[in-house]
C-alpha cells in the first residue's frame, strides 16, 4: 500500500488559509489534517474542513461536462465530452463577439478558490476577448477603503501579536465561525488575563469568549467610536503624547466633531447606554495593549467605509500602537508580496471596455444596454451569495442568455446554464496561496489526479484559449504559472525566502521592526483628518436602510462557508433549519412562536423561514445564518431574495446587512 502525507492549502475564502497535511493512499486523499507546525493553523482544522475528503470525493460532484436538456433551472442535463464543450462555448462567442463585440460576453468569478493562479485565471483570456469587466467588490472593500483612508498603505498587525494584548474587542466579527485561528491567539491572551468585548448586533457564537458582549444597532458603530474617543478626553485616558507625534488633524476632530457625541446622544442612536459606554472607554484607556480586531460586519452599509475611518480614531486616541500586542486590524493584505501581472496580465486589457458591478448582476442581466448575451460564471455561486436574488434568478432565466458554469457541484447557478464544467477541487490542481489574515505563504502541489473528468479553472482557459485562437496565452502549466510568478520575486516575497516557498514549504513574509509607528500616508502620520477624502473627518452616516421594521442581520455560519460545503450531510445535520433568530418580545408583538413557519418580506422579496425565538436576538434585530441553497429552503427563495444592489459609500462594495423587512407568519 502506497501511502504519504502531502502538504496542500486550504483554498476557501477565510482570513485562516490554513496550511494541510494530506494523507494519500493509493492515489485516493483519505484524511486531511491541520499542518501541527504551522504558527497559525497550529494543526487545528475548521469544522468545515476536518473532513474535506467528504467534499472531495462527494457524491454530488459534477464528473462530467454537461448539456442542458430542460428548462433553465430545472436540473435536466446530459453527459457531454470536454471536445463538445469547448467547441459549443466558441462557437457562441466567436458568433456573438462577431456580431455584438465582446462586452457582450460578462465573466463572472469570485472567491470560490483564493489560489493566485486558479483565482485569476480567466483575467488574461478575457482581456484579450475584449469582454466586459467585473468589478468584483462582493466582499469588504469598504473596509479597505476606510483603512487605506486613515492608515494609508501601513500593514496591519501580525495576528500572532493578538496574544500579547491585555483587551482585545473583536468588533463586527463572528470570528467562531469565520476565523477560528484567531481565537487561539485570544484564548492564550485570555490565560494570561486578557479582558474580551465583542461588539456585535447579536450575540453570535463567538459571545463563548468574550466577558462582555455589546449588542448595538446596525450601522449606528461610528457613533459609538466617535463616543468612546469623546469618552477617553473626558476621562483624561487619551495619549496626548502619542497624538502629537503621530496623528494628523486630532485636534480638528476634537473641536468639529466630537462635540456631537455626547454620551446620551450615541445612546440614542446605538442603543448602547451610557454607562457601557463609559466602561467600555475605561476598560481601553486603562490597558496597557489595547487591540481592536475588525470584521466586516459593520462595513457592508451605506456607510460602511466612514464606520472604519471612525473606528481607527480609538485606537490612535489610545497610543495603543506603541505597545506589543496594542493596535487594530482587520484584514492583511499580502497582495503585494508577488507579481500577479503575471497571471491577470493587465496589459492585455482594453481600459475602455465597460465595467459591471458584481453587486448589480440582477440589473446588468435584467436592464443592461447593450445587453449582456453570455455569462461564464467560474468559482462563484451568484444565484445564492449575490444581492437581489429575484433579479439575479430572472436575468438567469432568460433564454436568449448563454450561460456557462464551471463548478464542483450543481449549485443554484450551475441549474441555470446551457453548459456546465466539471470543476477540481484544491486537491486535485496547483496553486500559490497569499492570504489575508495572517503574513504566510505557500504553494499548494496537486496531490491527488483530478476525480471524474474535472478541470481545473487554469486547465479549462488553456482549451477555451485554444478554441478561440489564442492559444499563445496559455502555453504554461498551472505548475509552470506558480512557478513563473516565483521566478519573479518581489523584494518582500525574497526576504521570506523563495527558496523554501519554491520547495513547497510555508515561509512567513516579514514586517519592519517598529512597523506599528511608521505610517505609510503622505503626512507619515495617522489621518484622522485627511484631506484628500471630501469629507475629511470621520462621523456617523446614516446607513441605506429600508422600509421595514425589522433590520435583518445575514450573518455567517459556523456550518458552511457562504454558499459552499452543503455537500457535507454532517455540516448539514449541525446546521439545523434555515431559520430566523427573533427577540422573544417581537414574536409576542406578531404572534409568533418558535418553530413556526415566518416569511420575511420587503420590496425586494419574501423568504420562508423557521422562526427560532431567542433572546440571543435583540429587540428589533432578527438573523438569518448562512447561505443556503434553494433546493433546501422552505420556500422558493433564499436570504439573498431580500439584500439590494446599492452600494458602499466608497469603493462599491456590497450593503448585504443593510437590510430591513417585515415578518409575518408563513404558509
Ligand atoms: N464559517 C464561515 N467562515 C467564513 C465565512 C462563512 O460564511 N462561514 N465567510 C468567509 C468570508 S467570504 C469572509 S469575507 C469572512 C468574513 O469574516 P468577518 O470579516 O470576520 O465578518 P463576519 O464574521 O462575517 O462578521 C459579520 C459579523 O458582523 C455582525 N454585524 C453585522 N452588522 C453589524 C454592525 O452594524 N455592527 C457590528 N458591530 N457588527 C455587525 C454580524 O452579526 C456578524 O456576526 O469569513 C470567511 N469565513
Ligand atoms: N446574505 C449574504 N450573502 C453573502 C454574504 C453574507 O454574509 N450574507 N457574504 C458575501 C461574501 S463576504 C462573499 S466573499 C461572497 C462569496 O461568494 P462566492 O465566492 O460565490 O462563494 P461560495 O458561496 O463559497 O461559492 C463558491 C463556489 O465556487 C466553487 N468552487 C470552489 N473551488 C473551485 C474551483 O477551483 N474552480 C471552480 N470553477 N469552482 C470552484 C464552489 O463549489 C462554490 O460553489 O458571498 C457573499 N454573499
Ligand atoms: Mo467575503
Known amino acids: 500500500m502506497m501511502q504519504e502525507y502531502k502538504r496542500s492549502v486550504c483554498p476557501y475564502d477565510c482570513p485562516d488559509a490554513c496550511s494541510l497535511l494530506v494523507k494519500v493512499e493509493n492515489g485516493r486523499a483519505i484524511e486531511v489534517v491541520g499542518e501541527p507546525q504551522h504558527p497559525i493553523t497550529q494543526g487545528k482544522l475548521c469544522p468545515k474542513m476536518r473532513d474535506y475528503p467528504a467534499t472531495v470525493y462527494s457524491p454530488e460532484r459534477i464528473l462530467t461536462p454537461l448539456r442542458r436538456t430542460g428548462a433553465k433551472g430545472s436540473g435536466a442535463f446530459t453527459p457531454i465530452s470536454w471536445e463538445e464543450a469547448i467547441a459549443s462555448i466558441a462557437e457562441q462567442w466567436r458568433g456573438l463577439v462577431a456580431q455584438y463585440g465582446g462586452e457582450a460576453i460578462l465573466p463572472f468569478s469570485y472567491a470560490g478558490t483564493m489560489g493566485v493562479v486558479q483565482r485569476n485565471a480567466g483575467h488574461a483570456f478575457f482581456h484579450r476577448l475584449g469582454a466586459s469587466q467585473l468589478e468584483r467588490t462582493l466582499c469588504s472593500p469598504a473596509k479597505d477603503y476606510g483603512w487605506r483612508a486613515i492608515m494609508g498603505g501601513t500593514k496591519g498587525m501580525r495576528v500572532q501579536e493578538t496574544a500579547h494584548s491585555d483587551l482585545i474587542v473583536i468588533w463586527g466579527a463572528n470570528a467562531a465561525a469565520t476565523s477560528v485561528h484567531f481565537l487561539h491567539f485570544v484564548q492564550q491572551a485570555k490565560k494570561k488575563g486578557a479582558k474580551v468585548w465583542l461588539i ?38 487619551s495619549d496626548e503624547a502619542f497624538l502629537e507625534e ?46 481592536i480586531r475588525m470584521g466586516s460586519g459593520m462595513t457592508r452599509y451605506g456607510n460602511g467605509a466612514m464606520t472604519i475611518r471612525a473606528i481607527l480614531c480609538v485606537p490612535a486616541w489610545l ?32 481600459p475602455a471596455t465597460r465595467s ?46 448563454f450561460t456557462v458554469v464551471h463548478e464542483r457541484f450543481l449549485t443554484d447557478t450551475a441549474l441555470f446554464a446551457d453548459i456546465v464544467l466539471p470543476a477540481t477541487t484544491s486537491l486535485e490542481q496547483d496553486d500559490l496561496f497569499t492570504c489575508y489574515g495572517h503574513y504566510f505563504v505557500q504553494r499548494s502541489p496537486a496531490a491527488i489526479d483530478p476525480v471524474g473528468e474535472a478541470k481545473s479553472n487554469w486547465d479549462v482557459f488553456r482549451l477555451l484559449a485554444e478554441a478561440m485562437g489564442f492559444a499563445d496565452l496559455y502555453e504554461k502549466t498551472a505548475v509552470q504559472m506558480v512557478d513563473a510568478v516565483l521566478e519573479r520575486p518581489t523584494p518582500w516575497l525574497e526576504a521570506a525566502g523563495v527558496e523554501k516557498i519554491r520547495q513547497g514549504e510555508f515561509a512567513e513574509l516579514p514586517l519592519p521592526a517598529e512597523y506599528k509607528l511608521q505610517y505609510f500616508t503622505p503626512s507619515g502620520k495617522i489621518e484622522v483628518w485627511n484631506p484628500l477624502e471630501q469629507e475629511p473627518l470621520p462621523r456617523w452616516l446614516p446607513p441605506h436602510s429600508d422600509e421595514g421594521d425589522l433590520w435583518l442581520m445575514t450573518a455567517p455560519s459556523v456550518y458552511g462557508l457562504n454558499s459552499s460545503f452543503r455537500e457535507q450531510p454532517r455540516l448539514m445535520q449541525l446546521r439545523g433549519k434555515m431559520s430566523l433568530l427573533m427577540h422573544p418580545a417581537d ?31 435583540q429587540p428589533g434585530v432578527v438573523v438569518a445564518e448562512g447561505v443556503w441553497k434553494l433546493a433546501d429552503a422552505p420556500g422558493s427563495n433564499t436570504v439573498n431574495a431580500l439584500t439590494s444592489q446599492r452600494l458602499t459609500d466608497r469603493a462599491a462594495g456590497s450593503t448585504f446587512y443593510d437590510t430591513k423587512v417585515f415578518v409575518r407568519q408563513g404558509m
Open 200 to 237: 456585535d448586533t447579536y450575540e453570535t457564537p463567538t459571545a463563548a469568549v468574550a466577558d462582555r458582549v455589546i449588542r448595538l444597532q446596525p450601522g449606528s458603530d461610528a457613533a459609538l467610536a466617535l463616543g468612546l474617543v469623546r469618552l477617553l478626553d473626558e476621562e483624561g485616558l
Open 356 to 401: 459591471i458591478n458584481i453587486n448589480q448582476l440582477g440589473d446588468a442581466l435584467t436592464k443592461m444596454e447593450p445587453p449582456v448575451r453570455s455569462l461564464y460564471v467560474y468559482h462563484c455561486n451568484p444565484a445564492a451569495v449575490v444581492a437581489d436574488q429575484n433579479k439575479v434568478l430572472a436575468g438567469l432565466r432568460r433564454d436568449d442568455l
Open 246 to 291: 503621530h496623528v494628523q488633524g486630532y485636534e480638528k476632530l476634537r473641536q468639529e466633531t466630537l462635540p456631537d457625541y455626547t454620551a446620551e446622544k450615541v445612546a440614542a442612536l446605538t442603543g448602547v447606554t451610557p454607562q457601557e459606554q463609559l466602561e467600555l472607554a475605561q476598560a481601553l484607556g486603562r490597558a496597557k495593549a489595547p487591540l
Open 587 to 617: 414574536a409576542a408583538k406578531r404572534k409568533l412562536q418558535d418553530g413556526m413557519l415566518v416569511e420575511a418580506w420587503n420590496e425586494r422579496g419574501k423568504v420562508l423561514f423557521t422562526l427560532a425565538v431567542t433572546d440571543k436576538a
Open 319 to 350: 497610543g495603543a500602537w506603541r505597545h506589543l500586542g496594542g493596535g487594530a486590524y482587520g484584514d492583511l493584505s499580502t497582495g503585494a508580496a508577488v507579481d500577479k501581472d503575471v497571471v491577470l496580465r493587465p496589459d492585455l486589457l482594453n
